[in-house]
């Protein structure tokens, strides 16, 4: 059977992205750069699409519920001129859970608890906040989310389930995904050639 391919776009920019804060789960809207980040990526997708000869109208589109992600979703699908608000949301893409941490810069997250925060720095892709999850329970979900994909599929969800999902196909291993930047703006394909950023 044939890899889907995958088109994944993260969100774009929120304020608490520009202010160094752990989202992680709470639901903060785009900004105006975030905004403009969705519409330059759905750009982008529409050449790709054109390029591998995909039919916008009849491929699946799926989002993370939080509405960062349902946002930049529905100015990719306007940019891609199709009905903004028919996609499907799946909760397997929300980002990962930083529990007591959201809302903290890393440098209140180190104030608060520099033991536990430590042995995160030292193992990123285990270590979980308190309340929280690890890189491991995301991968788990991710990797749940990917099997259930039944052919090419555009989503759109987070930074976090993006590494997830690098680690999950092997792309990328818990230690260089753990520090990888994942671009807003851009459009990450997952395919059978590998993975490729497009920005």
Do not use: C
Not at 48 to 76: G, N, Q, W, Y
Not at 94 to 116: C, F, H, K, N, V
Not at 152 to 179: I, K, N, Q, W, Y
């Amino acid at each position: 059977m044939p890899v889907p391919t995958i088109y994944y776009i993260r969100h774009g920019e929120t304020a608490w992205n520009a202010e160094g804060r752990l989202q992680g789960v709470q639901d903060v809207a785009l900004n105006e750069r975030g905004r403009a980040q969705a519409a330059h990526a759905g750009r982008i997708l529409g050449d790709l699409l054109a390029r591998d000869r995909r039919d916008k109208a009849t491929l699946p589109f799926v989002a993370s519920p939080l509405i960062r992600a349902r946002a930049t979703m529905e100015l990719v699908r306007a940019e891609l001129g199709l009905p903004p608000g028919d996609y499907a949301l799946d909760a397997r893409l929300r980002e990962i859970g930083y529990g007591t941490w959201e809302g903290s810069t890393l440098a209140q997250a180190q104030a608060a608890d520099p033991a536990l925060y430590a042995r995160r720095l030292a193992e990123k892709w285990t270590v979980s906040p308190s309340g929280g999850e690890s890189y491991v329970d995301v991968q788990v979900r991710m990797t749940d989310w990917y099997r259930s994909v039944t052919s090419d599929t555009v989503a759109v969800a987070h930074g976090g389930t993006a590494r997830a999902l690098m680690v999950a196909l092997g792309f990328e291993t818990p230690a260089s995904a753990a520090e990888l930047y994942i671009e807003q703006g851009a459009v990450y394909v997952f395919g059978e050639q590998g993975l490729r950023k497009h920005s």
